[in-house]
């Protein structure tokens, strides 16, 4: 989601502020030059206390440093949602959703069993980074000050959670206790260098693998400010044109100065987003094949491969059906 203008908070149900939108100037200054103060100790004490492997904690460097160059930009650090969801059962509530975009946070999943049903050892560690707690209470006192605002301030009268006076250490403290996860998790199988904690090079193949790829959100190291869905279409589509390259068939062209075999080699080599598949193939086969039967024994052809699929379609879809009784100019009975 891009970011919004205050002059046009009236009218939205979301904005997504930037870190210049919850800061003063001289603020924000202050807190990126203690962020990039405190970088390197936190990057120590997360590979400690999670017991990650030294590549991991140099992958983790980087991601910081662009984390915290962004943190002057007008990229949305949060999500402020309005939800007719106040207290739970009060019917004139209404209530500000702060949600956390960029974390700092990481979390940890390991595979404990050689056992393929047993459960993976999962650590979110939520908060483990102070940072998000700062950014999450900044987000806190925007939403109260949209809440102050007009037309706002005409109908959200009175703050009922967590309350006007809950501010500093306890808002923190409040924060840590009532946050829940926006479930979009990424980043387990990173796309990074390898000497960075990386698990899949730009191919999408796993290091140390021959032709085993990812193609999902835990390919993205860093977070996104958006649902992930159409995020990891877009790596879907990437991995399918990737998978295709990798077969596309190139046949050997002699060299030649006729202009017949430059003809042939221009029918011959493989071009760019041309198929070249044993499906398209078969199909170009086919039609030689036939193209010198009447007009009668084309349709018969034709008719053939029909029922054919139709048959198979419907076994398909309809598995407990029996072919055996099942006529291809009906509706197959369900």
């Known amino acids: 989601m891009a970011r919004k203008d205050r002059s046009q908070i009236g009218s939205l149900t979301a904005i997504d502020p930037a870190m210049s939108d919850l800061l003063s100037a001289s603020d924000l200054t202050a807190y990126i030059n203690s962020v990039s103060t405190g970088m390197a100790q936190q990057v120590t004490d997360m590979t400690s206390w999670q017991n990650l492997p030294s590549n991991v904690a140099s992958g983790l460097s980087a991601q910081y440093s662009i984390m915290r160059d962004r943190l002057s930009t007008d990229l949305g650090q949060l999500e402020i949602i309005m939800t007719m969801l106040g207290n739970a059962g009060a019917q004139n509530q209404l209530g500000i959703q702060v949600a956390l975009q960029h974390p700092w946070s990481r979390g940890s999943i390991f595979i404990n069993s050689t056992d393929p049903f047993s459960y993976p050892a999962i650590n979110p560690d939520y908060f483990g980074v102070g940072y998000d707690i700062n950014i999450m209470s900044y987000g806190s006192a925007f939403a109260r000050q949209l809440a102050a605002t007009a037309p706002l301030s005409s109908v959200m009268t009175t703050e009922v959670l967590p309350g006007a ?16 996860t926006e479930y979009h998790p990424l980043g387990t199988c990173s796309m990074l260098p390898q000497d960075k904690g990386g698990v899949v090079d730009t191919n999408l193949v796993v290091y140390g693998s021959a032709n085993l790829r990812v193609v999902d959100a835990s390919i993205m190291p860093l977070q996104v400010s958006a649902h992930l869905m159409a995020s990891t279409y877009g790596i879907a589509e990437k991995a399918a044109d990737i998978i ?4 596309w ?7 030649s100065n006729s202009a017949s075999s430059q003809e042939t080699a221009s029918e011959t ?5 041309q198929a070249t598949d044993s499906a398209v193939t078969d199909k170009n086969n086919l039609a030689a094949s036939t193209s010198g039967l009447s007009s009668g024994a084309k349709i018969g052809v034709g008719v053939g491969v029909g029922v054919g699929a139709a048959v198979l379609l419907a076994a398909l879809v309809c598995p407990p ?3 055996s009784s099942f006529h291809p100019l009906l509706p197959t009975p369900l």
Do not use: F, M, R, W
């Open 249 to 255: 068939k190139v046949e050997a062209v002699t060299p």
């Open 321 to 323: 059906c029996h072919l």
């Open 244 to 247: 295709k390259q990798k077969y």
């Open 165 to 180: 006076g809950i501010i500093g250490e306890a808002l923190d403290n409040y924060t840590k206790i009532n946050s829940g």
């Open 269 to 273: 080599t493989a071009v760019v987003g």
